[in-house]
């Protein structure tokens, strides 16, 4: 009888145990978004089977909000056009992610802003447009005259620095796997879902760490990827991977609401995200705002040791 009534007693005081331990460890949160739609054909998919396969693997996993970071350049027909339409129909939110895809470092900010615009022409003619701009590879200027005179055009435009705070590499893996297919190599597909679930979670881990150690918290992430064969194949798997990790996915509109949106990080340390740029304005070294697999040839070497299937000998 004791026994029992302490057995009630332990089953009623539980709850409020794991509640008080979860009130102190806030929910870790992440948005996903994909940069350059529409990318021409890949090394699987054409472009309107990819944008299929990235929507119905979206709903698959209740994601009903990612932002697509359209490349209005890429835009080269009917069947692009109906692409990031039928993002847009499915709930997606889409943003300027430039007309060309320049370096600002290369044109300067008057044609940088100019390209930016022509962007915004064009993405005038679709629905749910935010007013995010995302910076081709992530760059801003290795300059701070030519930075704050482009920061300064997107203040006049109303337009939002469309950040990333998770860095990742699928554009890489990417090539191997077109690499592969050109010189008729066989993928394995579960070691390229193993080696993909591998390398965007420990970039997620990376910037979470780099969030907590150097901001003193976490912010609401937000995670680069590309409109690529490789997210179309594997995003639902990577939401289930993060959920069991204990991530949330939240919508990119509510993580652009993190207290980080506000902040303008007096840096030029350019190409890691927000959560990089603003540890690097507390003096971290530089060579500890990148994750592991920010690495061309140990990419290269991990796919073919473990992705590449051995040639059958009889
Ligand atoms: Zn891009």
Redesign the pocket.
């Known amino acids: 009888m004791v026994v029992r009534l302490l057995l009630a007693l332990l089953l009623l005081l539980l709850p409020a145990a794991c509640s008080t331990v979860h009130a102190e460890q806030p929910q870790k949160q992440i948005a996903i978004t994909f940069?350059?739609a529409p990318l021409s054909d890949g090394p699987l998919f054409s472009g309107t089977e990819r944008a299929r396969r990235l929507i119905a693997a979206l709903k698959a996993v209740d994601v009903d909000q990612a932002a697509i970071?359209v490349?209005t350049g890429n835009i080269k027909g009917p069947a692009d056009e109906a692409r990031i339409r039928a993002y847009a129909a499915a709930g997606h939110v889409l943003a300027n992610?430039?007309h060309s895809?320049p370096w600002l470092r290369e044109v300067g900010p008057a044609a940088y802003l100019a390209d930016i615009d022509t962007a915004r022409g064009h993405l005038a003619r679709f629905p749910n447009v935010r007013p995010w701009f995302?910076y081709?590879?992530?760059n801003e200027s290795p300059n701070a005259a030519s930075r704050d005179a482009v920061r300064a055009g997107l203040a006049a435009r109303g337009l939002q620095n469309g950040y990333v705070t998770v860095d990742v590499w699928d554009w890489a893996i990417v090539n191997l796997m077109a690499e592969a297919k050109g010189s008729g190599k066989e993928i394995d597909m579960k070691a390229l879902r193993d080696l993909y679930l591998e390398v965007m979670l420990s970039a997620v881990d990376t910037y979470h760490d780099m969030g907590r150690e150097t901001l003193g918290r976490s912010p609401a992430h937000v995670l680069l990827a590309?409109e690529n064969d490789l997210q179309a194949l594997f995003i639902d798997d990577l939401v289930r991977a993060l959920r069991k990790r204990g991530w949330k996915i939240i919508s990119p509109d509510e993580a652009f609401t993190d207290p980080i949106a506000r902040e303008v990080p007096d840096t030029l340390h350019n190409g890691n995200g927000r959560v990089a740029a603003l540890a690097a304005v507390k003096g971290v070294d530089p060579s500890r705002l990148r994750n592991r697999y920010h690495d061309q040839k140990l990419l290269q070497a991990l796919f073919e040791q473990r992705v590449i299937r051995p040639v059958r000998t009889k």
Request: hydrophobic share 15%; no cysteine.
């Open positions: 940069d350059d970071f490349t992610h430039s895809h995302r081709p590879y992530l590309h």
